[in-house]
């Protein structure tokens, strides 16, 4: 079982800075790739970023691209989202997600992970 732990979330202001945590927990994750999405009401959940645990590729979505940063450090099993420059429509609840494999091309697909975090609450006002 992977347990997966958020924090960083908060109130800011449009063109501030946050950067999210997400705590890994309970298995060896060398194969893992682990992602951020995020979520409004009402909506489907939206990949932000991905990051696979053993060779720290990564990717991102248009939307984020060149203002978010994933990145992960192994000896703490933690695993970031520096966002910068954020925007109201950037509000949303942030997830951590962990797949136990390689994902690849499914990197962006919310139903290709297996585990979850609890979320965190990111607001943008303008």
């Known amino acids: 079982q992977v347990q997966l732990v958020e924090s960083g979330g908060g109130l800011v202001q449009a063109g501030d800075s946050l950067r999210l945590s997400c705590a890994v927990s309970g298995r060896s994750f060398n194969s893992y790739t682990l992602g951020w999405f995020r979520q409004t009401p009402g909506k489907e959940r939206e990949f932000v970023a991905v990051?696979?645990?053993?060779?720290?590729?990564?990717g991102s979505s248009d939307s984020v691209q060149g203002r978010f940063i994933i990145s992960r450090d192994n000896a703490k099993n933690t695993v970031y989202l520096q966002m910068n420059s954020l925007k109201p429509e950037d509000t949303a609840v942030y997830y951590c997600a962990a797949a136990g494999r390689y994902l690849y091309a499914r990197s962006r697909l919310h139903s290709a992970y297996d585990y979850w975090g609890q979320g965190t609450q990111v607001t943008v006002s303008s």
């Open positions: 990051i696979t645990w053993s060779s720290g590729v990564t």
